[in-house]
């Protein structure tokens, strides 16, 4: 399952608030509504951080959708061009969860 962060920035870092991924999907579920392209991997110095002692917080006060894609996510080659790591959708957390949240509901 591919894990979808909400983040925000703290000083020169990305943190994840609360520590723990806002869903887990199949990546083959998330690529289209998030808007995720190859194009689109982060290099590893600007995946995010837990930040579990600070609480979860609510998709509006957060500014940055981000996915985490593991091996098993691209073993069955559905989308040949991703590799394990960190991508980022320009979709707005708020944005996000309207559309994850309709996946998670049908």
Do not use: C, N
């Not at 869903?23 to 998330?30: K, N, T």
């Not at 980022?88 to 998670?104: E, F, I, N, V, Y």
């Amino acid at each position: 399952m591919a894990k979808v962060w909400f983040v925000r920035r703290r000083g020169g870092q990305w943190i994840v608030p609360g520590g723990a991924p806002a869903f887990e999907l199949p990546l083959a579920r998330i690529v289209f509504p998030l808007d995720l392209g190859v194009h689109r991997r982060l290099a590893a110095d600007e995946a995010p951080q837990a930040a579990p002692g600070l609480g979860t917080e609510p998709p509006e006060a957060l500014q940055r959708v981000v996915v985490q894609v593991d091996a098993a996510d691209v073993s069955d080659r559905a989308f040949s061009g991703y590799v394990p790591g960190i991508y980022d959708s320009p979709l707005s957390p708020s944005a996000a969860t309207g559309r994850l949240a309709r996946l998670k509901a049908a």
